[in-house]
């Protein structure tokens, strides 16, 4: 059942984009980064083509910490990021990376993982962590049932550490129609997670609560919502 709270914003977040779109295609729904008038206007809250050297990606991943992950590309400090974290935990040898988030401030997180229902790997990695006791690579344990094409769920969700700042991280899985994975927090910002082979994952500095995560279709309607609880 969708909570009222994230239904209510998620349904502006629809409308804002419809009325975006003005007289133009109605199949072609109008990015809503580009529309909802809750993000702040600045280069760290805007989505990034993949920088062609590595130069350029590596200084988005130290730049400041955006709403919108960007793809890394396989840029050599992405390579040895995750060179780092298979070897903090040998059982990840093998296991395709299904998804990287990257929103800068050096931190970047994997999932490892076959499919939604395998086990899978999730590794938190710095651009500037000097060794393998830096990485923390935790196991991410599937429900025992596939996921449902428009469902989402959450496997981790947590305030810890994250390369000497606090932070909250948020990994699941989604189901195959959904098109973007939206964090609602509690202090009415919104949070886009990464996707990727079924499975999703954010982070985003502090504490503050999501009061729900949600996951929308091509249309930007909500599909699927999930209320996280801290342990």
Not at 132 to 139: E, F, G, I
């Amino acid at each position: 059942m969708i909570g009222p709270a994230l239904a209510g914003r998620l349904a502006v977040l629809a409308v804002a984009t419809v009325l975006a779109g003005g007289c133009g295609d109605a199949t072609t729904p109008t990015d809503p980064v580009s529309t909802e008038p809750t993000f702040p206007a600045s280069p760290g809250d805007a989505a990034t083509p993949t920088p062609a050297s590595t130069t350029e990606i590596e200084a988005i991943l130290r730049g400041d910490w955006r709403r919108v992950p960007f793809d890394p590309g396989e840029d050599a400090t992405v390579v040895r990021l995750a060179a780092t974290c298979n070897a903090a935990e040998p059982a990840i040898e093998g296991l395709p990376i299904a998804l990287m988030d990257a929103r800068g401030r050096g931190r970047l997180l994997l999932v490892y993982a076959n499919d939604p229902m395998s086990a899978a790997f999730e590794c938190r990695a710095g651009v500037d962590f000097a060794s393998v006791a830096d990485v923390v690579v935790r196991q991410l344990q599937a429900f025992g049932e596939p996921i449902a094409a428009d469902s989402i769920d959450v496997l981790e969700y947590e305030s810890a550490e994250l390369g000497g700042e606090v932070a909250t991280v948020a990994v699941g899985r989604v189901g195959a129609l959904a098109a973007k994975v939206i964090a609602n927090l509690s202090d009415e910002t919104f949070v886009y997670g990464s996707r990727g082979g079924g499975w999703w994952a954010m982070w985003w500095p502090g504490t503050t609560a999501a009061g729900g995560i949600g996951a929308t279709d091509t249309h930007n309607l909500v599909i699927g919502t999930v209320v996280p609880e801290l342990p």
